[in-house]
């Protein structure tokens, strides 16, 4: 069984950050991708940023130059450090990982965690 747990969320006013951690714990023999994805109400989940095993990092545009993902091997988790949020920013955040836990690779989800930034 792999889980992923999430922490970090809360909220704060705008133009302030937050950071988010997600590790992963259970049967793990490697990690590739790493992400974190939103859904706000009433809209589809969307992609916020991903980090490849190899370190190489995507983000929305709309995200671009206030947030960062970043990750840490040993431990098996990400953070997603948001800065400068605004009250679009308010959604539902999930990490993602591509685990493969013994034989095959599966994506597995977090059970999200809320982020609230009022204007």
């Known amino acids: 069984q792999v889980q992923l747990v999430e922490s970090g969320g809360g909220l704060v006013q705008a133009g302030g950050s937050l950071r988010l951690s997600c590790t992963a714990s259970?049967?793990?023999?490697?990690?590739?991708?790493m992400g974190w994805y939103r859904q706000a109400p009433g809209k589809q989940r969307e992609l916020v940023a991903t980090i490849t095993g190899g370190g190489s990092t995507n983000y929305a545009d709309s995200v671009k130059g206030r947030f960062t993902i970043s990750r840490d091997n040993a431990k098996n988790t990400v953070y997603l450090q948001m800065n400068s949020l605004k009250p679009e920013d308010t959604a539902v955040y999930y990490c993602?990982?591509?685990?493969?836990?013994?034989?095959?690779?599966?994506?597995?989800w977090g059970q999200g965690t809320q982020v609230t930034v009022s204007s």
């Open positions: 259970g049967s793990i023999v490697s990690i590739n991708a």
């Open positions: 993602n990982m591509y685990i493969n836990p013994g034989k095959y690779w599966h994506d597995y």
